[in-house]
């Protein structure tokens, strides 16, 4: 079973400040099944990221992702007071076929 | 449009049967390829993948909750159901249902979530 292991796991950022986190998965994994998703406190989460690096529609050009193997990320280029809420990574595996990592919370400071 | 939508039963109580439907919209899961999820988030906690049923009738399950788990469709109405036995107090949750294409097994469309409480 694999494991998906996101850092730090509560952050702040200043606005303009470039934003990092990561998700590391304990096996190697597939770039094209790891994703990223934005929860904002009382709405459902909206896919943000697939396949590691593509943006969702309608998502800005600050956000980005990239990663292979076990290593993932999703930077912010500069953060905007819209961006804080908690991201998820996701994936989907042979067995069991879905795993979240446990979520950085991104604040503003 | 796609849309999804949960409905529960809001309160329940320990040892009962949890029953939650996902109506959706926008798409059907006679299409090849198609599958919904269900997923749940306890209050201030992370998300949790519970199961999904592919447009072929084709069911995987959380293995940690599979004993207790029954997922199952009716695409006449576009509604997929979830079936919860022996709830207990941590199975106290917002329960989203999400569309997942095959292309990149990404959930690409969310519900807005039902809480559900298990209470005595």
């Known amino acids: 079973q694999i494991v998906l292991t996101q850092s730090p796991a509560i952050m702040s950022a200043s606005l303009g400040e470039r934003v990092t986190m990561t998700c590391t998965a304990s096996s190697s994994v597939s770039s094209s099944y790891l994703h990223w998703y934005q929860q904002k406190p009382g709405s459902s989460p909206k896919l943000w990221i697939y396949s590691t690096s593509n943006l969702a529609s309608g998502v800005p050009a600050r956000f980005s992702g990239s990663g292979s193997g076990t290593s993932y990320s999703l930077t912010i280029s500069s953060m905007e007071a819209e961006d804080a809420a908690t991201y998820y990574c996701h994936l989907y595996h042979r067995s069991p076929p879905m795993t979240f990592g446990g979520g950085t919370k991104l604040e503003i400071k | 449009q796609v849309t999804l939508k949960e409905s529960g039963p809001g309160i329940l109580q320990p040892s009962q049967t949890l029953s939650l439907t996902c109506s959706f919209s926008g798409f059907s899961l006679n299409t090849s390829s198609m599958c919904v999820v269900w997923i749940r988030q306890p209050s201030g906690k992370g998300l949790e993948w519970l199961a999904h049923?592919?447009?072929?009738?084709?069911?995987r399950y959380n293995p940690a909750l599979k004993s207790r788990l029954t997922i199952s469709k009716d695409t006449s109405s576009n509604q997929v159901f979830l079936k919860i036995a022996s709830v207990d107090t941590a199975d106290t949750a917002t329960y989203y249902c999400?569309?997942?294409?095959?292309?990149?097994?990404?959930?690409?469309?969310w519900g807005q979530g039902t809480s559900v409480t298990v209470s005595s």
């Open positions: 999400a569309r997942m294409p095959y292309d990149y097994y990404v959930m690409d469309y």
């Open positions: 049923i592919w447009w072929d009738d084709d069911k």
